[in-house]
């Protein structure tokens, strides 16, 4: 595999970025793509490590050294093929997803790692450019019929995997646009979107037909979901989480989601009445995740005053810590591009009150100081430090808290059973009403993109297998080679 002395000839190269000053006047990817020569060169840092911890490490089970190998050997259609075999859209992995593939590599131990993202990306995206990528029909069709309510990734993958094994599917989207939180969840800087509608116009060729503005249970009857042979939930973690603090019904107290959202819907060139602007404004963004980041770099190009973060966690150290070893993904400090670009950040601190004037409007927030108690066998326990309020002038406060579950509306229709964090309950997939599954954050809470495409493609088999009695369908252990 690879270079056998690949990994000591060469040293791991990183795609660079658009200057902060130009990028920030548009909300565009700002990547700068490395060479083919150079990513042929960072493939031949992949050699045959013995057990290659890169496949535990992703979620999917990438045969990530088979087409690193194949990058080296300039064979860019058979790695495209590989790559395939267990990812049905390495184009978003290959932009998103935080590379726990990469924090467990081998060389990593030693070294900077294998450049793994930036290889899959630059693999598919070749692909697409060479033609390689083309609709592939079933070839016969089951008479089954499928609904898939919700197009994030995890609907996405199964609705794919479920044509593949010739179902009739049906994708239920409540938005405008296909691609759940990747379309208006991540923004246009991280994911253009025409990268989503390359994909989708593969998968409707396919046969997968779309509705949009289709919110099952609202204004789609559930009795006419009720009439697919089977149904497959993927509608993701949605209830956002607030702040149980003083104020918190401040005009400019915002969810990050409904900020994100809308600054996405407006680059393409949807009118949103009253949109939330950080232009100008002293802005506060709270929670230090990745929502929290895409708020900071949609902050600074809207040309806020002053972008602030804060976060309630330590600081996590620079380096790997003790307490995560590899091949565990990292308790790290990540720097985001969004976080280069502008941004104030602060750990250990809590909002005690968002004050507001005499109108309602968000002028400031008071916070405190904190430190976390640990007592071994017992919850951490948080301590606030006497004296350390501190006003901090603040004119839009973005709750970049994360989600604590699934809504319920489907679950109370359809008589699905919950957990105690509200995800919908299944056993490999299924639910309690035999004919549904459900797969990715609504199964499982929020999680990574990776995470969800996985859950789409396992569901799917398991679904299948309810149809059908059995499955060709390929599981993690056992990818396929789709001709592509």
């Known amino acids: 595999m690879g270079k056998v002395t690949g990994f000591k000839d060469f040293e791991r190269q990183d795609e660079s970025y658009i200057e902060v000053k130009e990028r920030v006047t548009n909300y565009n990817e700002f990547t700068i793509p490395l060479s083919e020569s150079e990513i042929v060169t960072q493939g031949s840092r992949c050699m045959d490590c013995g057990i290659p911890f890169c496949h535990s490490g992703c979620p999917l089970g990438n045969l990530i050294p088979d087409f690193n190998h194949m990058v080296y050997q300039e064979e860019w259609q058979k790695a495209s093929w590989i790559l395939h075999s267990t990812n049905n859209f390495p184009e978003f992995t290959g932009r998103l997803c935080p590379a726990p593939c990469e924090k467990a590599c081998v060389l990593g131990i030693i070294e900077d790692p294998i450049s793994i993202e930036n290889i899959e990306k630059n693999i598919v995206e070749r692909a697409f450019k060479e033609g390689w990528i083309k609709p592939q029909p079933p070839k016969t069709r089951t008479g089954k019929t499928v609904a898939v309510v919700g197009s994030g990734p995890a609907g996405l993958a199964a609705a794919q ?21 990747l379309r208006y969840g991540i923004p246009n800087f991280k994911l253009e979107k025409g990268i989503i509608d390359r994909r989708v116009t593969i998968l409707e060729a396919e046969g997968i037909t779309f509705k949009v503005n289709t919110n099952v249970g609202i204004n789609y009857d559930i009795n006419d979901l009720k009439a ?8 993701g973690a949605t209830e956002r989480r607030g702040l149980p603090t003083p104020g918190a019904d401040a005009e400019g107290v915002v969810q990050a989601m409904d900020f994100l959202t809308q600054q996405t819907k407006v680059v393409f060139g949807e009118k949103i009445e009253n949109q939330v602007l950080a232009t100008g404004k002293d802005v506060i963004v709270i929670g230090g995740g990745d929502t929290g980041s895409d708020c900071v770099g949609t902050s600074n190009r809207h040309g806020a005053k002053s972008v602030t973060n804060f976060e309630i966690m330590p600081k996590p ?3 790997r810590s003790a307490s995560t070893p590899w091949p565990y993904w990292p308790l790290q400090l990540k720097t985001s591009t969004s976080h280069k670009e502008g941004c104030e950040r602060n750990w250990l601190i809590n909002t005690k009150e968002f004050i507001k004037d005499a109108s309602g409007k968000l002028t400031a927030l008071k916070t405190v100081n904190v430190e976390w108690k640990i007592v071994p066998g017992q919850r951490p326990e948080l301590v606030e430090i006497e004296g350390s309020e501190k006003i901090w002038p603040c004119d839009l406060a973005l709750l970049a808290l994360g989600f604590t579950g699934p809504e319920k509306t489907l679950s109370e229709q359809l008589g699905l059973e919950t957990d105690f964090r509200s995800n919908y309950k299944a056993s490999n997939y299924q639910t309690n009403v035999p004919n549904i599954f459900t797969a990715g954050d609504m199964r499982r809470g929020q999680s990574l993109i990776v995470w969800a495409i996985s859950e789409g493609r396992e569901a799917a088999r398991q679904l299948d297998i309810y149809l059908m009695g059995k499955s060709d369908l390929p599981t993690k252990e056992n990818g396929d080679l789709p001709a592509l």
């Open 161 to 181: 995997q479920l044509n593949r094994a010739g179902h009739t599917v049906t994708v239920f989207e409540r938005d405008n646009a296909i691609g759940g939180l």
């Open 317 to 319: 150290p620079v380096g």
């Open 228 to 235: 697919f042979d089977a149904i497959m939930l993927c509608g």
